[in-house]
């Protein structure tokens, strides 16, 4: 396992941290200390979640031997100390073990593209979708709550040309039927990654 350049930075803040810490605090920390940059775009942000998340997850697996756990999620991490008898409850540990897995393996940062962070965001939002946007939306494209992607499609095709303006249809209805659209694709379309 490589060993991650902020990993001792991220342990020093943790121990001399009262409360818990978000990531968002950490990062400013790794910023202030100039160990990270401060770079733009979704890809810049996906590496510097990433390797804050694997330092966490290294940190995590060798502050047991110190009887240590460290609580990871991104609102609340915290150093805690195990049991007085030494021993910890299990289900904390294997409660994220797949975010773990994958934040270990360097080669899930070295091999992401800029086209992976956008489908992986896409595939945020689908499943983040208000459920009550997702049924106005199938109202509005006079869809059944049950409609699947090739019913949205067809019915968006027939709605969108009786209602076009170029066509001598209602603007506003158009609009009403693009948006609608627009909302059922981010949580309708099939995902082309695996999400």
């Known amino acids: 396992m490589l060993n991650n350049p902020v990993k001792i930075a991220i342990l020093d803040l943790l121990k001399s941290s009262q409360a818990s810490l978000s990531e968002y605090q950490i990062i400013s920390h790794l910023r ?3 160990l990270v940059e401060d770079k733009q775009g979704n890809l810049a942000l996906f590496r510097l979640n990433f390797v804050v998340m694997n330092a966490l997850f290294q ?63 896409n595939c945020f939002w689908q499943r983040f979708l208000s459920p009550n946007k997702r049924v106005d939306a199938l109202f509005a494209l006079e869809l059944p709550v049950s409609a699947d992607w090739g019913m949205i499609q067809q019915s968006y095709r027939r709605l969108a040309a009786l209602h076009h303006p170029d066509k001598g249809g209602c603007p506003q209805r158009f609009i009403e039927v693009r948006e609608a659209y627009e909302i059922l694709q981010k949580s309708d379309k099939p995902c082309t990654t695996n999400c």
């Open 32 to 34: 202030e200390l100039e």
């Open 59 to 121: 940190l995590q697996q060798e502050l047991l031997k110190e009887h240590l756990y460290l609580n990871i999620s991104s609102l609340a991490i915290q150093l805690e100390p195990l049991s007085a008898s030494g021993e910890m409850d299990l289900s904390c540990w294997h409660d994220d073990e797949s975010l773990r897995h994958y934040y270990l393996n360097w080669d899930n940062l070295i091999n992401t593209t800029e086209q992976d962070v956008e489908a992986l965001l």
